[in-house]
């Protein structure tokens, strides 16, 4: 059954490269460019034409099923001479890294990818003094560099409670320890499950927030929060903090509190193109693994 896949040398018997060639490229491709797009801007801005292009190279390996069920009826039926060993093998391994190409690229959407594209499809705002500007005005903030004078004012910071604990602390200008509150609260410094409840935070008279970079003197930078389904908490948080100390935030704007927001997005960024291609290496050594494993036993059937 295997004849076609070996040539003569001599009274030696010798595996075709052709095949064995396309085998250990063509699957590899696939994961390539199906991860590539799942991953990519694109999938950002045009997330149907992507999922499209996913679905096509599905059909185009589905078609590559239907030649290799064509070919195995021939041989099967006395028709055809050549062997569709290599092609089931083809066949079998796109659909692998199809399916391996498609988890990975989610993954490292989800996980790396959109989360910056969000970032960067908002604005970079720099030297943003927190007594002055108001949140309105920073609507379309992703990325915030405050003034020097700017830090994390734990001394007003609260945490909202249900099965993690939601944590703010306003973002001030003001010196520490004076008594004149600001017109109003719009940027606050947020972490999760890093202070203590509202119930301990108002007895105590400090949520001992401990959030992120909050004593970190250099730190004067905001990563804009994303996640649409913590925002709530948040705001029911501030809602407690206005409260409890008597200040007001008419339109509060929710940070991750860092010393460099620019740089940590550019590391978001740099840990998801890491992760991808390592996959797509890790992809490739477990396609040359299935050759060489296959064409091993091909050859041990042969002789």
Not at 126 to 134: A, E, F, H, N, T
Not at 150 to 170: E, H, L, N, Q, W
Not at 171 to 190: C, H, L, Q, R
Not at 208 to 216: H, L, M, P, S, V
Request: glycine share 6%; with cysteine.
């Amino acid at each position: 059954m295997l004849d076609e896949n070996f040539g003569d040398r001599g009274n030696k018997r010798v595996m075709n490269i052709v095949p064995i060639t396309l085998a250990a490229v063509v699957p590899s491709l696939v994961f390539y460019i199906t991860a590539y797009i799942m991953t990519s801007p694109w999938q950002y801005t045009h997330p149907k034409h992507c999922i499209s292009l996913v679905v096509i190279i599905f059909l185009f390996i589905s078609l590559l099923g239907l030649f290799t069920r064509d070919a195995t009826h021939k041989r099967r039926t006395g028709a055809g001479k050549r062997d569709p060993t290599w092609m089931i093998f083809i066949f079998l391994t796109c659909v692998l890294q199809w399916v391996a190409a498609t988890a990975t690229g989610f993954v490292l959407y989800t996980s790396y990818m959109q989360p910056y594209y969000d970032f960067i499809s908002f604005s970079t705002y720099l030297d943003v003094d927190p007594s002055v500007k108001r949140g309105t005005q920073l609507m379309d903030s992703g990325r915030v560099i405050f003034s020097s004078s700017s830090y994390v004012d734990r001394s007003r910071a609260m945490g909202f409670k249900t099965i993690d604990t939601f944590c703010v602390a306003p973002i001030t200008s003001m010196p520490p320890g004076n008594a004149t509150k600001m017109e109003t609260y719009d940027f606050w410094a947020v972490g999760k499950n890093c202070c203590l409840g509202s119930d301990t935070a108002v007895a105590g008279g400090t949520s001992d927030y401990k959030c992120d970079d909050y004593n970190n003197p250099r730190a004067h930078g905001g990563l804009r929060l994303m996640a649409d389904t913590d925002r709530p908490f948040y705001r029911l948080a501030v809602q407690q903090a206005e409260a409890a100390y008597g200040i007001k935030a008419d339109h509060p704007l929710f940070y991750t509190w860092t010393s460099d927001p620019i740089a940590e997005l550019d590391e978001l960024l740099f840990r998801g193109d890491r992760r991808f291609i390592f996959s797509a290496c890790a992809a490739v050594i477990v396609q040359l693994f299935l050759v060489a494993t296959t064409a091993i036993a091909f050859s041990k059937v042969m002789h």
